[in-house]
């Protein structure tokens, strides 16, 4: 089995649970593509900025991983509103 196809098999259970938990919304996006677009985001960014959640370690380290974690975020949150998403309310 290819690595490509292991890392698709392994990916689908989560995607399935992001679904449920999806920050935004799109008025007319059926909700089973929420957290595939999400998804979709999320790895553009991650791609892009390569943020990645770590705990420890030298504190200029830590303020990089901070700079890195706002532009990942910035980057997820222009990519679902380019796709006409809003961002949900927390609470609701």
Not at 21 to 48: E, F, I, L, T
Not at 59 to 82: F, H, S, V
Request: net charge positive; charged share 25%.
């Amino acid at each position: 089995m290819t690595l490509r196809v292991f890392s698709v098999l392994m990916l689908l259970p989560l995607l399935g649970a992001c679904a449920a938990g999806v920050p935004w919304m799109h008025p007319s996006v059926p909700k089973d593509q929420w957290g595939g677009d999400y998804s979709a985001c999320r790895g553009y960014a991650d791609r892009q900025v390569g943020w990645r959640e770590e705990e420890g370690g030298n504190p200029l380290r830590e303020y990089d991983r901070q700079q890195a974690k706002k532009q990942y975020d910035g980057m997820i949150n222009a990519c679902m509103r380019e796709r006409g998403y809003i961002p949900v309310r927390k609470g609701k």
